[in-house]
């Protein structure tokens, strides 16, 4: 078990970066928490050698370069929703009538809109902070010792990554990763995209071995 709780720590760390990269512009307590943690900072082998982090301060890069990028990949070029791919008319549902918003309210999970400045809840940054409270809360199940609530979540975690996630969110990381301008949206866009292929497979190898009676 206590391999399962390092795993479940290390899913929460890279469920965090990536839905805070995906959801807004950096910041520099953002930047410093990577470039101080060689474990998150080998995750990003391109922005770690790129030369303007030496010959820029931090607050340059972010206003020169960071926000560029982040304008360019979410909130302009790009469309970072699920029901854009989804839906015939490629509109953005920012209604109820969005399936993942029965799904967070069935699991208690609020999406502020506003205080997100996203336009629906099928945000790919609001879903990867989804998959992040889903981890939380299996961190909880295994430390009081509740199997099945420690099954149940991870049922969860992978019908949202199979129906959900992995569904639509390869198309726009690939397309994040052509027209990223940035180093640091490059391998974070290569970095989630295969952070959650690799996921998928983990939970379902983990339901096999730790819940044969549910999986």
């Known amino acids: 078990m206590e391999e399962l709780k390092r795993d479940i720590d290390n899913r929460i760390a890279i469920y965090a970066l990536i839905s805070r990269l ?37 607050k340059e890069l972010i206003e020169q370069y960071y926000n560029v990028d982040f304008a360019n990949l979410f909130l302009m070029h790009l469309v970072p929703y699920e029901s854009f791919y989804s839906r015939e008319d ?15 309210n069935e699991l208690d999970f609020r999406v502020e ?36 609530g420690l099954c149940e979540l991870m049922q969860v975690q992978r019908a949202f990554l199979r129906e959900h996630l992995l569904e639509w969110a390869p198309m726009f990381l690939i397309n994040a990763k052509r027209e990223s301008r940035t180093p640091l949206y490059h391998d974070g866009s290569e970095l989630t995209l295969e952070f959650l292929l690799s996921d998928y497979e983990y939970v379902t190898e983990q339901l096999s071995a730790f819940c044969e009676d549910v999986a």
């Open 113 to 148: 809109l506003d205080k997100a400045r996203v336009v629906s809840a099928d945000h790919i940054g609001v879903e990867l902070e989804f998959i992040y409270m889903l981890c939380e809360a299996q961190k909880k199940a295994l430390e009081a010792d509740d199997k099945e």
């Open 22 to 58: 995906m959801l807004t512009e950096v910041d520099e307590a953002f930047l410093q928490n990577i470039e101080k943690d060689e474990s998150l900072l080998s995750f990003f082998p391109n922005y770690k050698s790129w030369t303007k982090r030496q010959e820029l301060s931090t």
């Open 90 to 104: 490629q509109m953005v549902e920012s209604g109820g009538d969005n399936p993942v918003v029965e799904l967070y």
